[in-house]
Each structure stands twice: as C-alpha cells, then as structure tokens.
C-alpha cells in the first residue's frame, strides 16, 4: 500500500469534515481510528479549525508527514454525515486507496440541498424565532419578506465573495435591520426590535459556542478557544451592524420583548430549531428531530424557570437535556451528535441579550449594557456547565464517541 496516498486521503475526509462543522475533536478522533486500522507502527494527528498535522509509520518504513491548510469552515451536516458513515466503513474493512478515494468523491458529488429548500429553512429559522419573541402577524409578514431577499438571497451572493464571517455577519445584520427600521417608521411592523430578534438569529450560530464549549470540556483547549472567539467575532459584527442601523434610524421604538404564550414558544422554538438544521443542511428527518429537540429544551427552560425562578438553573436544565439528547439521537441515527446539539441548543443562544446589550450601547444606556454583559456570561456558563455534566454521565455509559 502507499501509506503515502492513503494519509492523503485520510487527511481529505478529516479536513472536509471540520469545513461540514464537525468539532475538531471528532475529526481528529476519526482520522485517528481510520489510520490506526491499518495497523501503523506510529500515529499522530493534531487538528484546529485551521490546520491539520498528521505523521504517520507504517511498519518496518519511514516517518511520513502532511500538513493541511483549512482556509474556510460552514455548515453542511449531511455532508458530515455521510463523511462520518465512510469513516467507519473505513475503520471496519480497510479498504484499499483507490476505493476510499471512489467513495469519497462520491460523498462529495452528492446532490445539492434543493434551491426551495434553503428560502424554507432560513424563513422557518428566523420568523420561528421572531414569533417567540412577540412578533404579531403583521411584523411575521415583514420577517418573512426581509428573510429571504436580504439574508438569504443577498446573503448568498455575499457569501460567494467574502470569506471573512465579521464583514459578512456585518453587512447582512446591518441590512436586515435598516430594512426593519425603515419599513417601522413608514408603519409597516409594529415591533422592529422584535423582528430583528428573529432575523438575527439566522446568523447568530450556537455552532462555534457549543462546540467550543464542548472542546473545552474535553481539553482541547486550542480548539476550544478558537471556535468560542471566531463565534464571538460573528456575534459582535452582528450586534455592531445592528447597533448601526439604530444609529441611523434611531428612534422610540425599542422595548425588551414581551414573551407570548407558552404554547407559542414550544411550537415556535420547535419550528426554528428544525430549520436551523436545514439552514445548516441536515437530513429532512434529521431536521425533525432537531426541531423536537428544540421544542423540549425551550419545555425544560420555561418548567424550571417557573419552579426555581432561576434564568442560571433553567439554562443548565436546557442546555444538559439538549446534550442527553444529542447523545441518544446520535446513537438512533448512527449520525454525529452535532448534529443535534447545535441546533436543538438555540433556544437557549443568548441571541436577545446580544441585541439589548448593543442597544444599550448606543443609547448610552450603560446600566442595560451591563446587565446584559452579565447575563451573556452567566448564560454561556450554565450552558457550559449544561453540557459538562451530560459529558461527565455519557463518560461511565460508554467511552466510544459516535
């Protein structure tokens, strides 16, 4: 065998999985077990968001090492799902070069997410989340028509010439929220702060903080760091390119949300955790599952609020169910647990405390900006806290990661 080529495609299928959203962790666990298989003498691989290193020696050979360069990472989760299938097929039958490089191509020519599908997901995403922050119909309506030609069309076409997630993150909130602010003023939504809850949250990914927070956990402190800063980059150019729009279209016309009835978040927080999973490209069905999960964490956050009177333990209890369940759900599915974790977790995404801490920054109203300093830090940490105690149970179920 060429250890050669085999380390090169082996390195393909783990960098293509960090580019899907895989946690790096999961692709260096997952290069690992495929590489081993082919009963190496030695083995190390060291993975970050932005580089793979692996050295590899056959038996009776020579040291061989390859560096890879990652230059952009996204959301394709059923891309990492069928990467994540051939690494196991992989680890069971060692297949030779020339056939993992077959299915692999093969994975990556699979058939594109239909065109329909993204306007859905993103509109399902955005208005799911405005509804839960108060939006009335008339404001859904104005949420719906800004979702899809800003953030999803002209997002689209962003996307395809800037790389850099600040300018993007950037432009698109400023957009979105003129355009809220100007259809406000010519009385066209009666609650643009709301709305733009909502469309903010498309772009405000529990991605990097989750998996961050997971990397964390698990001391992969590089990683860790790593994912939780460019997640906080994202969400400052998100909350500067608000705070613009207010600066231009300022006015009275911004007060905390008012929460509607509880039926209305469960089916809401259910409606746009299921398409955050399609914005980020899962399964139909995958998504479904998000989408419950999504609906059952915002159940735990309101039961344990209401009982305890505690936005700290009811994050806890919202966060560590979504991480149980993750677990499960990837067993079910045979499918990485990110899947579900990063999106099932938004309910709990600090996205309103985002917008409100702007806010009181442009007011000047420097009492609510630190408050909601304060209540982004305590909510990152229950979350964090969430998941470390799911990640300390699933240690004595089993040791084996999916």
Not at 209 to 233: E, P, Q, W
Not at 356 to 364: D, K
Request: aromatic share 10%.
């Amino acid at each position: 065998m060429d250890y050669e080529l085999l380390l090169n495609e082996i390195i393909n299928i783990g960098k293509e999985m960090i580019k899907s959203g895989a946690e790096t962790d999961r692709a260096e666990d997952s290069m690992y077990r495929m590489l081993e298989s082919y009963h190496l003498e030695q083995c190390s691989v060291f993975a970050i968001q932005s580089d793979i290193q692996a050295t590899i020696k056959p038996v009776g050979g020579h040291f061989i090492t390859q560096i890879r360069r990652i230059h952009k990472v996204g959301f394709n989760y059923d891309r990492l799902d069928y990467l994540n299938n051939l690494s196991r097929y992989i680890c069971k039958n060692t297949p030779s070069v020339e056939e993992i490089r077959e299915k692999y191509e093969g994975v990556m020519e699979r058939k594109p997410q239909p065109e329909y599908l993204k306007y859905l997901a993103a509109v399902m995403g955005g208005v799911g989340f405005g509804v839960y922050f108060g939006c009335d119909p008339l404001d859904t309506v104005v949420g719906i028509i800004i979702c899809v030609l800003i953030e999803v069309y002209l997002g689209n076409l962003l996307d395809k010439k800037e790389h850099n997630l600040v300018v993007y993150n950037l432009v698109i909130a400023f957009l979105s929220s003129a355009a809220v602010f100007l259809a406000g003023k010519i009385g066209f939504g009666h609650h643009p702060d709301r709305i733009v809850l909502g469309l903010n949250m498309v772009l405000i990914s529990g991605l990097g903080v989750a998996n961050g927070i997971r990397d964390v956990v698990n001391r992969a402190f590089l990683s860790g760091i790593l994912n939780i800063a460019n997640a906080c980059l994202g969400a400052i150019a998100i909350a500067c390119g608000t705070g613009l729009a207010m600066v231009l279209f300022q006015g009275d016309m911004y007060e905390m949300y008012i929460a509607p009835s509880i039926a209305v978040q469960l089916i809401s927080c259910g409606v746009a955790s299921m398409g955050f999973a399609l914005v980020f490209k899962a399964a139909v069905k995958q998504s479904f599952y998000a989408g419950v999960g999504g609906a059952v964490n915002c159940a735990c956050y309101l039961l344990v609020q209401h009982y305890q009177g505690s936005d700290f333990a009811a994050v806890i209890a919202g966060s560590a169910f979504v991480a149980a369940y993750a677990y499960l759900m990837s067993r079910v599915h045979r499918a990485p647990a990110t899947i579900f974790l990063t999106t099932s977790i938004m309910p709990v995404i600090p996205g309103a405390t985002l917008f409100y801490l702007m806010h009181g920054l442009v007011q000047a109203d420097y009492a609510l900006a630190s408050q909601q300093t304060i209540l982004l830090a305590q909510t990152c940490m229950a979350i964090a806290f969430g998941f470390l105690i799911i990640e300390i149970v699933t240690r004595y179920i089993g040791t084996r990661k999916i």
